[in-house]
């Protein structure tokens, strides 16, 4: 499992393919994020909302697990590397899932 933290912008988005690139993926499921259109190639990538309800779910249950990652009024921690400890730390337990 790997994952990038940042804003919804085209630059986090390549830093997400980047990180991807050394796993050698030969086919990308995406949602329609503009970002990914404009990073992978047409070839690799295919834009469906019905190939990418097994991260969603797995999300959820991060959601559920890690209490920072809820409302931002309740729990959200204001440390971006606090979160990325948390999501390194408890990464094993969803990587099943994700896959």
Not at 7 to 29: H, I
Request: a positive charge.
């Amino acid at each position: 499992m790997d994952f990038v933290v940042g804003d919804r912008s085209q630059e986090t988005g390549r830093g997400r393919y980047e990180r991807l690139r050394r796993y050698e993926v030969e086919q990308f499921y995406t949602d329609f994020w503009q970002a990914y259109q404009a990073i992978l190639l047409p070839c690799l990538h295919k834009a469906l909302k019905a190939g990418t309800h097994g991260v969603e779910r797995g999300h959820s249950l991060m959601r559920h697990d890690l209490a920072r990652f809820c409302r931002r009024s309740r729990c959200l921690s204001r440390s971006v590397e606090r979160m990325v400890y948390s999501l390194k730390i408890n990464g094993g337990s969803w990587a099943s899932i994700l896959s």
